[in-house]
């Protein structure tokens, strides 16, 4: 049979059959495309970064700040408080405010007014626990930590928490001859209070809080956990506030 007449109709040429597959190539990639579009959509994936997107705590009034900026990411839950922890507080308080703080970190130095207003509003349902999380960028912020923990060793938690406050206070100035003059103001032995800060016996529980932070996936600082939601940034009070409330804490 003569098939020269079907050479209208279909043309097996090379030529036609690469431009055939190059069609049907086209065509099943736009479709694979598409459907890695819908899948990322429907599960909510950012596009951009194929990162789950992160949820913020709301906002109210100016913008939460923190240092070096973004927010935290996923990570694990936070570390439960146990006895190495420097608390302010009722043991058995509703709801627990675990703070990752900077000692030379601006925005940590922001937030520290309204952690006071909130222990003085909640003085029953409230508690406070400092951890360490020295940013790599400040350069006493390591040393702070550890002055504060040889605070700790030769005051208690008294000795700490004062040693917190002045540190705070003396943002600007830190340093090791401000570490002595602090340690001297609060009533501990400069002596003994040199001794501990150079040699640096307390940097393994600095590292130990800064672990535990990168653990709960913090990254910057403040970041602060009530009842194990994170709060990412200085956050003015009625913010924090609200995340108290809605935790249980009441007046």
Same mark, same amino acid.
């Given at each position: *049979? ?9 043309? &097996? ?12 190539? @086209?065509?099943?990639? &736009?479709?694979?495309?598409?459907? +890695?579009?819908?899948? *990322?959509?429907?599960?909510?994936r950012s596009m ?28 694990? #839950? ?8 420097? @608390? +302010? =507080?009722?043991?058995?308080a509703k709801v ?24 003085? /509003? ?12 020295? +940013? ?11 002055? &504060? ?9 008294? =000795?700490?928490?004062?040693?917190? /406050? ?15 003059t602090l340690a ?5 032995? /400069? ?5 501990? +800060? ?11 809080? *800064? ?10 600082? #403040? ?29």
């Amino acid at each position: *049979m003569d098939h020269s007449q079907d050479k209208g109709m279909w043309d &097996s040429s090379p030529k036609t059959t690469f431009y055939l597959g190059l069609f049907v190539g @086209i065509a099943v990639s &736009s479709v694979l495309a598409l459907v +890695l579009v819908f899948s *990322m959509l429907m599960s909510g994936r950012s596009m951009a970064t194929g990162a789950a997107v992160v949820a913020q705590a709301p906002s109210a009034g100016a913008p939460a700040a923190n240092d070096p900026g973004p927010a935290a990411p996923v990570g694990g #839950p936070v570390k439960p408080v146990d006895d190495t922890d420097h @608390i +302010l =507080g009722k043991k058995d308080a509703k709801v627990t405010v675990i703070e990752y703080s900077d000692f030379e970190c601006p925005f940590c130095g922001q937030i520290e007014p309204a952690l006071a207003q909130m222990r003085a /509003e909640f003085p029953n349902d409230v508690r406070l626990v400092y951890r360490h999380f020295p +940013l790599s960028f400040h350069p006493q912020a390591q040393k702070a930590a550890e002055a &504060s923990e040889c605070a700790a060793k030769l005051g208690g938690n008294d =000795g700490f928490w004062k040693m917190h /406050e002045k540190l705070f206070a003396n943002q600007q100035t830190l340093g090791p001859a401000t570490y002595v003059t602090l340690a001297k103001e609060i009533g501990l032995k /400069e002596a003994d209070f040199k001794t501990c +800060l150079d040699s640096g016996e307390m940097a393994a529980r600095v590292n130990s809080d *800064m672990a535990s932070g990168n653990d709960a996936g913090v990254n910057g600082t #403040p970041a602060t956990f009530i009842n194990g939601k994170l709060v990412s940034g200085a956050v003015p009070y009625a913010t924090l506030k609200q995340e108290l409330v809605a935790a249980g804490a009441k007046n």
